[in-house]
């Protein structure tokens, strides 16, 4: 791993990357949102890692500025105000490459798999992109029900 990518130390409870799907159903309040909520809320308490790739900053950025630049300048400062900003280095870049040559997924996808692979992390989606991929995958809903049950 390059410096930029974050280490697990041993013990850590859960660490997680937060797929873009993910983090618009919190900015937009849309069904699941609040579930991405308390999972954040999970990482601002400590009791989790919480990671956003560069690639899903991009992609806030565009999908939001397309309607208001400084809807989505806030957005990002919101996202950066929880999660620890993962930038793409060549060990994810090289990974990403791996798993898009593996499966037709977009690169998108891909980086953000390989961001979770790099951070040893469980990507927040409900993606089916993310399915047989390498990486653990699970959505937001299911990963809140298993956090309660502890």
């Known amino acids: 791993m390059g410096p930029g990518v974050p280490r697990a130390p041993g013990g850590e409870d859960l660490r997680l990357v937060f797929d873009t799907r993910s983090l618009l159903k919190l900015l937009f309040d849309e069904p699941g949102g609040k579930e991405v909520e308390t999972l954040i809320g999970e990482v601002d308490a400590g009791r989790s890692e919480g990671f956003v790739s560069a690639v899903t900053i991009t992609e806030l950025w565009y999908l939001i500025a397309r309607r208001d630049e400084t809807e989505a300048e806030n957005a990002i400062a919101t996202v950066l105000g929880s999660l620890e900003f993962v930038p793409m280095e060549l060990t994810i870049s090289r990974q990403a490459g791996r798993f898009k040559a593996a499966k037709r997924i977009p690169i998108a996808d891909a980086i953000i798999a ?25 959505d937001e809903a299911s990963l809140c029900r298993r956090m309660r049950r502890g």
Do not use: E, L, M, N
Request: proline content about 0%.
């Open 114 to 138: 390989a961001t979770a692979w790099a951070a040893g992390a469980t990507v927040v989606t409900d993606d089916k992109d993310f399915t047989d991929i390498g990486v653990q995958a699970v």
